[in-house]
């Protein structure tokens, strides 16, 4: 195991006045054994900074550490990484066991510990069965626990992660978060996790990084991230529904947005004015969603309630909503960060 340690990284693409820069000064600390998921929108550069990591895209500048080492000039071999990929990336001839076991015969590794290895993987992922069974003979879901088995039986200092449940069903990236979750507080090994889904971001995080146009907008806990999001775009882009984010609530500074959770919103008899344009049964909750009309204001609020507790607004009809105390977040309306004093 290892810390990772990223120092005022940064990535451009060509040269002179045609660069592209990419990353933008990422700086973190990344703990000894911590789980960390990289999260954002497409094109944020989460796979790109991962892939730095891993020593599969040159560095432009600043320092990547991994345990005591600086590894800008090692090759992906010498990094002591593995890596688990969205596609796969198993051999189609090759059984479970000689996909698993490829890496260690290829660095020389006696059969006899390949053999334990590799038994010791698959009784950790619970593929122990399919040993002798090829790719096309296993689910999706198989298929992703002989990968991540492959990086396993390395036994590297870190372990990484490019969106590796992109390619499965709802129900099957449900359970394979399960299994990674379990997987890493056997193994205590330091993971970097990239995935543009927020469930899995919240799920797996012992910290989040959250990503937008290269730069590091937060990182945090799931909690932190979620009750006190560094920026608008991080209300905006964590959680679901989104904060409301008001640029003309009643009796805000000037020049502050206001956000609100939508399961913060309150019905009540008076307040906030909204205008329902539609309602959502979603089983245990419902979303509300309404028109605010403040003065020249003409703003889109979406409300979470407990299924039952009230009953269905009707479209056209007028709801009166109101803040629950100590719920309203105040963001720079200019910058779009959050507001040191929250009044």
Not at 151 to 166: C, M
Not at 207 to 212: A, L, P, T
Not at 230 to 255: E, Q, Y
Request: glycine share 8%; net charge neutral; with cysteine.
């Amino acid at each position: 195991m290892a810390a990772i340690t990223l120092k005022n990284v940064i990535k451009r693409y060509g040269t002179g006045k045609s660069a592209n820069q990419v990353i933008h000064g990422v700086n973190a600390d990344i703990h000894d054994g911590e789980f960390v998921v990289i999260v954002g929108p497409s094109g944020c550069g989460k796979s790109t900074l991962l892939r730095m990591v891993a020593g599969l895209e040159e560095i432009t500048e600043g320092d990547i550490s991994i345990g005591h080492r600086v590894v800008n000039q090692l090759e992906p071999s010498e990094r002591d990484i593995a890596m688990v990929f969205q596609n796969y990336a198993l051999y189609p001839h090759m059984s479970v066991f000689d996909n698993m076991a490829y890496g260690l015969k290829i660095a020389k590794v006696p059969p006899a510990e390949i053999k334990a290895r590799v038994d010791k993987a698959a009784k950790i992922l619970e593929i122990g069965p399919f040993l002798a069974r090829k790719p096309r003979e296993l689910s999706g879901g198989q298929r992703q626990r002989v990968a991540m088995g492959r990086a396993i039986v390395r036994q590297p200092q870190v372990f990484l992660f490019d969106e590796p449940l992109s390619n499965l069903d709802a129900k099957l990236r449900a359970q394979t978060r399960l299994e990674i979750q379990k997987l890493h507080r056997e193994l205590g090994i330091t993971s970097l996790f990239v995935t543009h889904d927020q469930v899995e971001a919240m799920t797996l995080a012992q910290r989040m990084m959250v990503m937008n146009a290269g730069v590091m907008e937060q990182l945090g806990t799931p909690e932190e991230v979620y009750n006190r999001p560094a920026s608008t775009f991080v209300a905006g882009f964590m959680g679901s529904p989104p904060m409301n984010l008001l640029k003309n609530a009643p009796d805000s500074p000037p020049g502050t947005v206001v956000g609100v959770r939508p399961e913060h919103l309150d019905i009540t008899s008076s307040g906030w004015s909204v205008v329902v344009e539609a309602v959502e049964m979603l089983g245990a909750e419902r979303l509300t969603y309404g028109r605010w009309m403040h003065g020249s204001a003409d703003e889109l609020v979406i409300i979470r309630t407990e299924e039952g507790l009230s009953a269905p607004a009707h479209i056209g009809s007028t709801l009166c909503v109101t803040p629950r105390p100590g719920k309203i977040h105040h963001f720079d309306a200019s910058t779009g960060k959050r507001k040191a004093v929250q009044p």
